[in-house]
C-alpha cells in the first residue's frame, strides 16, 4: 500500500518567473514625460504530473494593467472584494505548459499562489541555458550507462575478492 500511494498518479503544478525586465523609454514631448518605466514580466506554469489538474487558479496581489495568456486559451478571472486578481483555468492537461506574460508601467504584480483541486503549484528556479544537438545528448547518456556498468563491474570484483 505504501508504495502504490508514493507512485501514484498525480497532478503536480510548476512555475517560475523564467526573466523580468524594465524598458526605460525616452519620450520626444519631455514636457509632458521625459522618460517611462515599463515592467514586463514572465511566468511559467506547467503540469509535470500524470493525471490533469482541474479549477487551476492562478492569484496576484492586484490586477495586472495587461497580461497575455500563450498559448492561446480560455480561462476566466475574479477580482477578490479586497483586490487580489485571480485567473481561473478548467483544467492543465499532463505535461502541458503555457506563460503568462505581464506589462505593466507602475508597477509588476507578484503571484501569490498557484493551486488546484489536486494540489498546490511548487515554485522552481529557472535559468536559460544552451541547447546542444541531440548527439551531444546521446553521447553524455551512452557515458553515463558506460560509468554505471563500470561501478556494478568494479563493485562485483570487490565482492568476489572479500568473500
Known sequence: A????????????LWSSPHSFNFLIKNT???VLPTLLVHTASVFILNAGRIPA?????????????????????YDTIVNPDGRFTIKLPNIAPKESFQIELLSIPKLPDVINIRSRECVGKLITMRPFRVFPRSVYAIIWLLIFFGMCFCFYITIKLLRILL
Do not use: G, Q, Y
Open 29 to 31: 514631448d519631455t514636457e
Open 54 to 74: 482541474t479549477d487551476v487558479e492562478i492569484m496576484f496581489n492586484f490586477k495586472p494593467e495587461n497580461f497575455n495568456i500563450w498559448p492561446v486559451r480560455s
Open 2 to 13: 505504501i508504495v502504490l500511494f508514493i507512485f501514484r498518479s498525480r497532478a503536480k503544478i
